[in-house]
């Protein structure tokens, strides 16, 4: 699935793409997503001037004067920014955005779990939106607000720092890398982990999407950057689908456990 690096990847392909443009078409060939693609939304767009991109968690927005596209990338969701419509597309591509540039974004989700919807309201008080908790690259993510929101829970920090609620985007992979580098064990009970030690966790959270980004992002299964090409942070995972493996700091084997149905994987010996 694409995670918060992902989709800040796919934001900044596309934005310079998109601003200060006129959608000329909007053509849909499969509207069976998440949720069906708005049967009218091509009239909507048509002739729209696309004012500003920006992200929110794991949602790219699209400002298109009027209101605003809201697009999720779902399980396997990918945008492709193309020089011509006329290439053809595969069964999997289920919409473009057409622009008087000439450039298309086209959209590519073989699950069908992604999303694009619209809204004439402000998106950060749509339903999707408006419960979400800070973003993690923002200054208001530290050791002291996680440590506040997560006095009173008692379940494994892992699960907590991927909940949309506390803070938003960051997925397994990330929650993964992000607790080796801080040096805490992802079965941890949140609640009975000190602000000094959630501050490190903060600042690795912030330091390995920042890194991410930088690399391309991971690209597992379905992800793509908005070129076609593909991301190269997988061969940096310290632990992250390295079970058995030896770490790389002590050579202990990496350890496999599940929590909330998700693999976590850490070292036994470094993260404590």
């Known amino acids: ?19 200060g443009q006129t959608i000329k078409q909007f053509t849909v060939r499969n509207r069976k997503l998440r949720w069906p693609i708005p049967v009218k939304l091509h009239q909507t767009l048509q002739n729209l001037v696309i004012q500003a991109v920006s992200r929110r968690g794991k949602y790219i927005l699209i ?17 492709r920014v193309l020089t011509s419509k006329e290439e053809t597309a595969s069964k999997h591509e289920h919409y473009d955005i057409n622009l008087n540039n000439g450039m298309t974004i ?4 073989p699950r069908r779990f992604g999303a694009l919807l619209w ?16 973003e993690p690259l923002h200054d208001v993510l530290n050791g002291r607000f996680l440590y506040q929101v997560l006095r009173k829970k008692s379940s494994p920090i892992k699960i907590q720092i991927m909940n949309n609620h506390i803070v938003t985007g960051v997925g397994n992979i990330y929650a993964n890398e992000s607790l080796f580098h801080a040096g805490i064990r992802p079965t941890r009970q949140a609640n009975r982990i000190s ?16 890194r991410a980004i930088e690399v391309g992002g991971s690209s597992l299964q379905d992800f793509y950057q908005t070129d076609g090409t593909t991301g190269y942070f997988q061969q940096e995972y310290k632990v992250y689908g ?7 700091t002590c ?19 470094c993260q404590t």
């Open 1 to 19: 699935m694409p995670e918060l690096p992902e989709v800040e990847i796919t934001k900044q392909g596309i934005e310079p793409f998109l601003l």
């Open 63 to 79: 400002d298109c004067t009027v209101g605003w596209l809201i697009i999720h990338l779902g399980m396997s969701g990918s945008l």
């Open 106 to 109: 086209r959209y590519r989700d």
């Open 119 to 134: 809204t004439n309201k402000d998106p950060e008080k749509h339903r999707l939106l408006t419960n979400l908790g800070p």
């Open 195 to 210: 602000q000094v030690r959630l501050e490190r966790l903060s600042d690795a959270i912030k330091k390995t999407l920042k």
């Open 242 to 248: 390295r079970t058995g493996e030896p770490c790389h």
């Open 251 to 269: 050579k202990t084997p990496i350890k496999r456990v599940t929590l909330g149905q998700r693999s976590s994987f850490y070292c036994i010996v």
